[in-house]
Structure formats: structure tokens, C-alpha cells
């Protein structure tokens, strides 16, 4: 493998030539959020795009880096703001991080034992996940919400345990306030 350079547009997130790119739809993800009544009533009229994954692959073996952009897009359903599936990574020993390039968030963070974390992402903000930690980001501004991440090649991804158990933490709208609480169906 020689080196090599892409172009990323800092607003859109999109990187050219980039070789991988997956979508995530409201339909692939509904049972990720808290109000059932209020994603049934989206989906019997439309299935929005909640975000997209534009990466530039390399070799999934350790010592390699993949990078990838997402475009988290805004919305809400109910009262709780999109957000990203979220995992663990597959290696669980590896780390990741990402930096906001526009748009407004957060990146909820959880280890197995229940810890967890709600960060606030802003443009230029440069989070770090350590090792044993599952992630998603909630987009919580008005505008795409576009971040560039870097973890392991060999990392892997685990969205089935998230699938099974959700995060501790929850962003939702209340009053027109962004407020953090405490997921009410969350068990460990």
C-alpha cells in the first residue's frame, strides 16, 4: 500500500474518493428510540435519513488506521434528537477519536459496568474514546452535525449489544433546552 491523500469538504463531510459510504434510516433504527408512537407516526409517511458514513478503506489489520466522516443529519423523533446507532468496537481494546468539523452535538459514551458520559462536540472539538468504551453521537443543533473519526483497522464493530441494552444516558429537547437524562429503560 502506497500513501496517499484525499480532499475532505469540511462543511458537507464528504471525502472524495472515498470508497465506502453506508446510510442509516429511521426504519433501521427505530426500536433505538424511546418514543415507539412517534416513530411509527414518521414512518407511516416518510423513512428520513438519519446519517451517513463516507470512509476510505484500508486493510483491516492491526497497524493500519481507517478515517471515515459522518453526517449526522437534524431532527428529532418525539422529543429525543437523531443520533447514530452506536457500538462497541469488536476488539474492544481499541480507541477512537473524533473531530467536529461543523454542526453541533454530542457523543454519549458507556463501558460494560454502566459508566458513562455525555460530551459536548462543537466545530474544532477533538474527543477522544478510550479503549472498553461503546459511542454514539446525537445531533443536536439545526444543521448537519459532521465529524471526521480515526480508530484501528482490525477495531471492528459491535452494534448488537447496543441494539440489546441502549446507552445510560439520553439528549432530548425539553422547554427548547438540550438536556441530558438518565435512559429510564437502561439496565446493565
Known sequence: MDPFGRDIDLESGIIEGASEKWTRYLSDMKNMYQDQEAVEEILDSEDPLLYEV???SVPKESGQ???CTTILYPGKVGNEYYMTKGHYHERKDTAES???LSGRGYL???TEDGDSD????VPGRLVYIPPYW???TVNTGDEPFVFFGVY???AGHDYGSIEEIGFPKMILEEDGETVVRKNPDYEV
Open 152 to 154: 484501528p483497522g482490525d
Open 54 to 56: 463516507y470512509e476510505i
Open 118 to 121: 455525555a460530551l459536548r462536540m
Open 98 to 100: 473524533y473531530l467536529c
Open 108 to 110: 454519549l459514551t458507556q
Open 65 to 67: 488506521l481507517l478515517h
Open 134 to 136: 461503546a459511542h454514539r
